[in-house]
């Protein structure tokens, strides 16, 4: 089994920064692209930013120049510092992991979601 917990949501004033962290635990024999993704009420789950396993990264336009996603390979870790957010940016966060669990056997895990609230 594998679990995704995420860490760092709350409440943040516009201009202000969040720093959240999403940590994979159980039988992992590798993890491939790790990314964030958020939904805001009523509509559809979109991706924020990606990491590759190389480190590569791609970002939602929306968020370029203002979230920086990094990874920690060691402790099955992705982060994404967000700074200069915005009111828009108030949705639920949720990271993915594509993670190998028994070699060649990769699936999509999910965290559970962190709240980020930014007031204007």
Not at 18 to 24: D, H, Q, T, V
Not at 56 to 76: F, P
Not at 77 to 87: A, D, G, I, R, S
């Amino acid at each position: 089994q594998v679990q995704l917990v995420e860490s760092g949501g709350g409440l943040a004033q516009a201009g202000g920064s969040l720093r959240l962290s999403c940590a994979a635990s159980g039988s992992i024999f590798s993890i491939n692209d790790m990314g964030w993704y958020r939904q805001a009420p009523g509509k559809q789950r979109d991706l924020v930013a990606m990491i590759g396993s190389g480190g590569t990264t791609n970002y939602a336009d929306s968020v370029k120049g203002r979230c920086t996603i990094s990874r920690d390979n060691a402790k099955n870790t992705v982060f994404l510092q967000m700074n200069n957010l915005k009111p828009e940016d108030t949705a639920v966060y949720y990271c993915k992991m594509t993670i190998t669990t028994r070699w060649p056997l990769a699936s999509d895990y999910w965290g559970q979601g962190t709240q980020v609230t930014v007031s204007s």
